[in-house]
């Protein structure tokens, strides 16, 4: 079975509305869990570390106040798009591994998001 | 950015043939991690393979890895139609857990 949930699964809503998406680890404490954004027939590309009770390090590109991280516990991290626009839309997928050294990480099944 | 490259990009085969793909990257890794992808889905977890290890199997797949040529290579034997999706490598080159990902190859396995 799954060991990391994401939801909601997909989302469409009208531009400038802020969207929120979750992703749990089920079986496992992860201090750091992983946002990836992805477009069609492209790889993953990381967007930024969720690290539980600390600030989001974000990769060069990523717009902090865009796409909001809040890890408030060890198997919650949470992504918000804020105001979204329709450039938005994507496939964003979460993982999450536990905090052990050469551990796989688990991914999210995603959330496919589309801004009108 | 992305760690390397990724060999083919797109690879058609028959079922019950095997399919190779290749992923090369540029910096040292502690490990390198194979996944797979189905169309609209999440990553599944194949194999991870470590720095000190050369080669490693799960049921139909066989990693090898050299990293002298800093280059992986991912063996399915005997595919299947199920077996069609797309697979990246990755690589873990620190102590956060941070993936970077390769280009993937997508894999179709006609029937």
């Known amino acids: 079975g799954a060991v990391v949930s994401q939801h909601p699964s997909w989302v469409i809503c009208k531009s400038g509305t802020s969207v929120k998406i979750e992703c749990r680890s089920l079986d496992f404490q992860a201090t750091t869990m992983f946002w990836y954004r992805q477009f069609p027939k492209q790889s993953l590309m990381l967007m930024a570390t969720s690290n539980e009770g600390s600030k989001a390090t974000y990769e060069q590109g990523v717009e902090k106040d865009k796409f909001l991280i809040n890890h408030a516990s060890l198997t919650l991290s949470t992504l918000t798009v804020t105001s979204a626009h329709p450039e938005d839309s994507s496939f964003y997928i979460c993982s999450a591994r536990a905090d052990r050294p050469n551990q796989p990480q688990h991914f999210g099944d995603g959330t496919r998001l589309s801004i009108l | 950015s992305q760690q390397g490259e990724e060999d083919p990009q797109a690879l058609s085969i028959q079922e019950g043939e095997n399919a190779t793909m290749n992923c090369s990257y540029k910096?040292?890794?502690?490990?390198l991690q194979w996944y797979r992808q189905n169309s609209g889905r999440g990553l599944v977890h194949l194999i991870l393979i470590r720095s000190n290890e050369r080669e490693k199997h799960s049921g139909r797949l066989r990693v090898t890895l050299d990293t002298s040529k800093k280059s992986s290579s991912l063996l399915i034997t005997a595919s299947r139609a199920a077996d069609t999706a797309s697979y990246f490598c990755a690589t873990d080159t620190g102590n956060t857990g941070k993936l970077i990902f390769g280009q993937g190859t997508t894999l179709q396995v006609k029937p």
């Open positions: 910096t040292s890794i502690n490990n």
